[in-house]
């Protein structure tokens, strides 16, 4: 677990995308309003949770990885928000720990299902990065997740493929596979009593702002649509961000 800023009290809780690590948090962190603690983890065979020994892959373990993390670090309680991969295993963890959550950001995530061609297409890339034992085939990644302004900042471009770079293909293609075996958990959300965060970059590829509404429907919310950002809001525009998790803290653990 990383301690991207000490604090007091219930903790804010990050959980990164794919196919990144918790390095994704790095500005937004200090950036958080209100003096919680705010930690990353780095989800099983990424980071520096590359050496873990990995189950099948599915992410109830990366939920329950998580939640021994945070066990261990005596936090009984979390606000826990997550970006895309992140956010499948924040509402695994919800379905499965479900004391442990006490307030959910959904960035740039859904909480449906794979339809049956991406499903098809996560196994097919999971075994190419596994064949190849590269992770070139994500390497695109870096600037399709990218909103057009982010792209034109070649720093950002190459700060997005260095992380890429450095991810293991084993954990990369174990998250593929785990990605396409999770279930749809929209009753999961629907039942979850606490504060809910939806925040969308406007314009996220993989999770648009019409679903990005959708998810926010089903609590009755709105999502946060941050202007001038893609999929990976966390790196492209982190003070919105910061601000909207710093909220979502505030309603949390009044
Ligand atoms: C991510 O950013 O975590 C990925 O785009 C998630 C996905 O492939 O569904």
């Given at each position: 677990?990383?301690?991207?800023?000490?604090?007091?009290?219930?903790?804010?809780?990050?959980?990164?995308?794919?196919?990144?690590?918790?390095?994704?948090?790095?500005?937004?962190?200090?950036?958080?309003?209100?003096?919680?603690?705010?930690?990353?983890?780095?989800?099983?065979?990424?980071?520096?949770?590359?050496?873990?020994?990995?189950?099948?892959?599915?992410?109830?373990?990366?939920?329950?990885?998580?939640?021994?993390?945070?066990?261990?670090?005596?936090?009984?309680?979390?606000?826990?928000?997550?970006?895309?991969?992140?956010?499948?295993?924040?509402?695994?963890?919800?379905?499965?720990?479900?004391?442990?959550?006490?307030?959910?950001?959904?960035?740039?995530?859904?909480?449906?299902?794979?339809?049956?061609?991406?499903?098809?297409?996560?196994?097919?890339?999971?075994?190419?990065?596994?064949?190849?034992?590269?992770?070139?085939?994500?390497?695109?990644?870096?600037?399709?997740?990218?909103?057009?302004?982010?792209?034109?900042?070649?720093?950002?471009?190459?700060?997005?493929?260095?992380?890429?770079?450095?991810?293991?293909?084993?954990?990369?293609?174990?998250?593929?596979?785990?990605m396409a075996a999770r279930p749809?958990?929209?009753?999961v959300l629907a039942g979850f009593?606490?504060?809910?965060?939806?925040?969308?970059?406007?314009?996220?590829?993989?999770?648009?702002?019409?679903?990005?509404?959708?998810?926010?429907?089903?609590?009755?919310?709105?999502?946060?649509?941050?202007?001038?950002?893609?999929?990976?809001?966390?790196?492209?525009?982190?003070?919105?961000?910061?601000?909207?998790l710093g909220a979502l803290v505030?309603?949390?653990?009044?």
């Amino acid at each position: 677990m990383h301690v991207l800023r000490p604090g007091t009290g219930t903790p804010l809780v990050l959980l990164h995308a794919f196919p990144v690590d918790a390095r994704l948090w790095e500005d937004v962190a200090p950036l958080v309003p209100g003096d919680a603690p705010v930690l990353a983890v780095d989800l099983p065979g990424l980071g520096a949770a590359r050496d873990v020994t990995l189950p099948e892959p599915a992410l109830e373990a990366s939920a329950d990885a998580v939640a021994a993390v945070l066990a261990d670090a005596g936090h009984a309680r979390a606000v826990v928000a997550g970006l895309s991969m992140g956010g499948y295993v924040a509402l695994a963890l919800v379905e499965r720990h479900p004391d442990l959550v006490v307030g959910l950001g959904l960035l740039d995530t859904k909480a449906t299902a794979d339809p049956e061609d991406a499903h098809a297409n996560r196994l097919r890339v999971a075994d190419v990065v596994e064949r190849s034992g590269t992770v070139d085939e994500v390497l695109p990644m870096a600037t399709a997740l990218l909103g057009d302004a982010t792209r034109a900042r070649p720093e950002v471009v190459s700060r997005v493929e260095g992380w890429i770079r450095s991810q293991p293909p084993a954990g990369v293609a174990w998250s593929q596979r785990a990605m396409a075996a999770r279930p749809d958990r929209t009753a999961v959300l629907a039942g979850f009593g606490g504060p809910v965060l939806v925040l969308v970059g406007e314009q996220d590829g993989p999770t648009p702002v019409e679903v990005a509404r959708a998810t926010a429907a089903v609590v009755g919310g709105e999502p946060v649509v941050v202007p001038g950002a893609g999929h990976l809001t966390a790196v492209e525009t982190p003070e919105p961000v910061a601000a909207a998790l710093g909220a979502l803290v505030v309603r949390s653990v009044p």
